[in-house]
């Protein structure tokens, strides 16, 4: 009694048979009286000078009465478990069927989808699961890409590390200060790249450590902002501050706004060619503090407006200073901890060549 198949059939037939029953008792009660009503009326009150023939035509009519009720109920009862029988494994085909696909998602396989039955909450089932398929298989391919990438980030500096002291410990190249400083500095990259990854675990999964604190955004971003302007400069650009005509306060974690602000800058910088100018902007909309870095680089094309905050994406043909191109888990981070704050950050561009502008929205502190 444990399958459901054998639960439907049995429900069926159970309620044809009380169906039958309820139908049984209340035509042997009605029946009688009713018959001799209508015999009564029929032999115009004939019947109460015959009572032994009345008495026995009442037994046969009730014979036949119990007779037909039994035929019926028989019937009815075939006929419920017949029709139940189909219902229950109308209903269970499906059922199986989302189970071989649950247990072919257990084992790591998610493309095939289930197809979708006519019974509305089945089929509300049915699509939750093949969302849950799609969005499995889509972490899937990010936890492959990952690794790969990953790899692919930690192979330059480890092959610049291991050439380098390969040549040295052969004496091809003489362990110099300056020798040993490069090496250095692809260890500290190694470090940096080793931070990053622990920052996005962390933004993605929803864990980032935030010490809130009441300030005014505006003197927090542009203090972040000035500190690259050195950077800014060497690259013949412009970098604009405008300030908020009055105070944006927030409850935010200063160091990690700043961390927002620098990775915009910087990547402005970088998508930015001589000439240009990179602009750096807070100001309130009703309850949001809006932290704006725009410049007159490169530009987003539409369908790179949002995977540009995808880790390790980088825009294709996009533009580097030096060997520096960014370890592509910047603007990951950056949203993370936007969002950590209650906020979002969205990017903004009329299309390529036409610039880019970063825009992150704050909670203001309620008054």
Same mark, same amino acid.
């Given at each position: ?215 005014? =955004? ?9 500190? =690259? ?75 790179? =407006? ?62």
């Amino acid at each position: 009694m444990n399958r459901l198949v054998v639960r439907l059939i049995a429900s069926h037939a159970i309620v044809a048979v009380l169906g039958a029953t309820a139908t049984y008792l209340i035509v042997r009660q009605l029946a009688p009286n009713l018959f001799d009503q209508n015999m009564m009326h029929a032999g115009n009150g004939q019947m109460m000078g015959q009572p032994q023939n009345g008495a026995a035509l009442r037994g046969q009519f009730a014979d036949a009465v119990d007779q037909a009720l039994l035929v019926g109920t028989l019937v009815g009862a075939a006929a419920a478990a017949l029709f139940g029988s189909l219902a229950a494994f109308g209903l269970v085909r499906p059922l199986n069927r989302l189970r071989t696909a649950t247990g072919e998602m257990a084992r790591g396989r998610y493309a095939a989808p289930v197809p979708v039955p006519r019974e509305r909450e089945l089929a509300d089932l049915v699509t939750d699961v093949n969302t849950l398929g799609q969005a499995l298989a889509t972490t899937e391919q990010r936890r492959v890409r990952l690794i790969g990438e990953v790899a692919h980030e930690m192979r330059t500096p480890l092959t610049v590390i291991d050439g380098y002291v390969e040549a040295m410990i052969d004496g091809v190249m003489p362990a110099s200060a300056e020798k040993l400083g490069e090496v250095s500095e692809e260890v500290r990259r190694l470090r940096r790249l080793s931070e990053n990854l622990s920052a996005l675990s962390r933004a993605e999964e929803g864990r980032v450590d935030l010490d809130l604190r009441s300030g005014d =955004l505006d003197e927090v971003i542009h203090a972040a902002a000035e500190r =690259l302007r050195p950077q800014a400069e060497d690259a013949g650009l412009a970098l604009e501050l405008v300030v908020a005509d009055r105070p944006v306060v927030a409850v935010v974690d200063r160091d990690r706004v700043a961390q927002v602000v620098t990775n915009l800058v910087g990547n402005a910088i970088r998508a930015t060619p001589g000439g240009g100018r990179v602009t750096v902007t807070c100001r309130r909309e009703g309850d949001w503090g809006v932290i704006e870095v725009a410049d007159t680089g490169e530009g987003l094309a539409a369908e790179d =407006l949002d995977r540009v905050f995808e880790r390790f994406y980088r825009v294709p043909g996009r533009r580097s200073v030096g060997q520096d191109a960014g370890s592509g888990i910047g603007l990951t981070i950056a949203r993370g901890i936007v969002r950590a704050h209650g906020g979002e950050l969205v990017a903004r561009s009329e299309g390529p060549g036409r610039g880019t502008s970063f825009v992150a929205r704050l909670p203001l502190a309620q008054d």
